[in-house]
């Protein structure tokens, strides 16, 4: 392994959730008598769920909470990207340590529990930490201070998570399988690259 402690993104990186959370998103519009493009709102949710509602919802009430209701039926059965566990497991065996910072709440945990990897992480920030959302590098600084982490790596599937890498001054990783390349220290389009 490169690096010895990974920073991780869950929704896009590890957990392959776009095309489920898309479909809640374009079901939750249609309730409301409302039609969008799945790829429209794919594209848009993988900017973030804000910019999403934004876009297509700004005029209903109470919408993010009844998406997020459907999405969350969608994510009791999580969908890992090939090549996750391995990679978790991987740096595990050779001495480092798996963090993850998800803008998610609590349900991460369910999450990763019942992806069978939760097992993996040193710690899990999400949304009930308080930190200010990335970019801001906040929680990325947290772990840094708090477990002194020196080779660390910030891995996500949005330019948000690597600027909030670059922002906390560690090397970073965009993964794409459509390897759509970014500003980052590295470009994968598959996880196993990392091995």
Same mark, same amino acid.
């Given at each position: 392994?490169?690096? #010895?402690?990974?920073?991780?993104?869950?929704?896009?990186? /590890?957990?392959?959730?776009?095309?489920?959370? %898309?479909?809640?998103?374009?079901?939750?519009?249609?309730?409301?008598?409302?039609?969008?493009?799945?790829?429209?709102?794919?594209?848009?949710?993988?900017?973030?769920?804000?910019?999403?509602?934004?876009?297509?919802? $700004?005029?209903?009430?109470?919408?993010?909470?009844?998406?997020?209701?459907?999405?969350?039926?969608?994510?009791? #059965?999580?969908?890992?990207?090939?090549?996750?566990?391995?990679?978790?497991? %991987?740096?595990?065996?050779?001495?480092?340590?798996?963090?993850?910072?998800?803008?998610?709440?609590?349900?991460?945990?369910?999450? /990763?529990?019942?992806?069978?990897?939760?097992?993996?992480?040193?710690?899990?920030?999400?949304?009930?930490?308080?930190?200010?959302?990335?970019?801001?590098?906040?929680?990325?600084?947290?772990?840094?201070?708090?477990?002194?982490?020196?080779?660390?790596?910030?891995?996500?599937?949005?330019?948000?998570?690597?600027?909030?890498? $670059?922002?906390?001054?560690?090397?970073?990783?965009?993964?794409?399988?459509?390897?759509?390349?970014?500003?980052?220290?590295? $470009?994968?389009?598959?996880?196993?690259? /990392?091995?």
């Amino acid at each position: 392994m490169i690096y #010895k402690n990974y920073i991780w993104d869950l929704g896009g990186t /590890l957990l392959d959730n776009y095309e489920s959370s %898309a479909h809640a998103f374009v079901v939750t519009l249609f309730r409301h008598g409302k039609i969008a493009l799945h790829d429209e709102v794919y594209a848009a949710l993988k900017v973030s769920t804000a910019h999403a509602v934004h876009t297509f919802a $700004n005029d209903i009430p109470g919408f993010l909470q009844e998406y997020k209701s459907l999405e969350a039926v969608s994510l009791e #059965k999580p969908r890992l990207f090939d090549g996750a566990q391995e990679v978790l497991a %991987a740096v595990i065996r050779d001495g480092g340590c798996n963090f993850m910072i998800s803008h998610r709440d609590h349900q991460v945990y369910s999450i /990763l529990e019942t992806a069978g990897i939760a097992k993996y992480f040193t710690e899990v920030v999400t949304s009930d930490n308080g930190f200010p959302r990335k970019p801001s590098p906040d929680s990325i600084n947290y772990l840094i201070h708090k477990y002194q982490l020196t080779n660390a790596v910030m891995i996500g599937d949005r330019p948000i998570d690597i600027e909030a890498g $670059n922002a906390a001054h560690i090397s970073t990783v965009f993964f794409d399988p459509e390897l759509k390349e970014n500003e980052a220290t590295r $470009n994968i389009k598959s996880l196993r690259e /990392l091995l």
